[in-house]
């Protein structure tokens, strides 16, 4: 079975950085597209970052181009969120995310197109 582990939240100053690692297994995940999703109190669950994992081309949300990069190391299985220039509305749950080769041209910055999930990392950011 597919497992995904998110660490690295915490609490940080704005402006500051931080960077999540979601450790996959269990999948044959160079046919994957990895994601990253948000969620604060009381909002609905948004997308942050993807990549595939083969090609290793990336797309992102609005609210955070330009202060976040993701990445992956295929060797440690491992994909990453760099984040920078951190701000209060950025404090949520992160979840990383697999898609499970599901193809689309389209790009995957929906739930219902992710089919595995991590248990979060909560990252707080004040102000």
């Known amino acids: 079975q597919v497992q995904l582990v998110e660490t690295g939240g915490g609490l940080v100053q704005a402006g500051g950085s931080l960077r999540l690692s979601c450790a996959a297994s269990?999948?044959?995940?160079?046919?994957?597209?990895m994601g990253w999703f948000r969620q604060a109190p009381g909002k609905e669950r948004e997308f942050v970052a993807a990549?595939?994992?083969?090609?290793?081309?990336?797309y992102y949300g609005d609210s955070v181009k330009g202060r976040f990069t993701i990445s992956r190391d295929i060797a440690k299985n491992t994909v990453y969120l760099q984040m920078n220039s951190l701000k209060p509305e950025d404090t949520a749950v992160y979840y990383c995310?697999?898609?499970?080769?599901?193809?689309?041209?389209?790009?995957?910055?929906?739930?219902?197109?992710?089919?595995?999930w991590g248990q979060g990392t909560q990252v707080t950011v004040s102000s």
């Open positions: 995310a697999a898609d499970g080769g599901g193809y689309s041209s389209r790009k995957k910055i929906r739930l219902y197109e992710y089919a595995y």
């Open positions: 990549i595939s994992w083969s090609g290793g081309s990336t």
């Open positions: 269990g999948g044959t995940f160079s046919s994957y597209v």
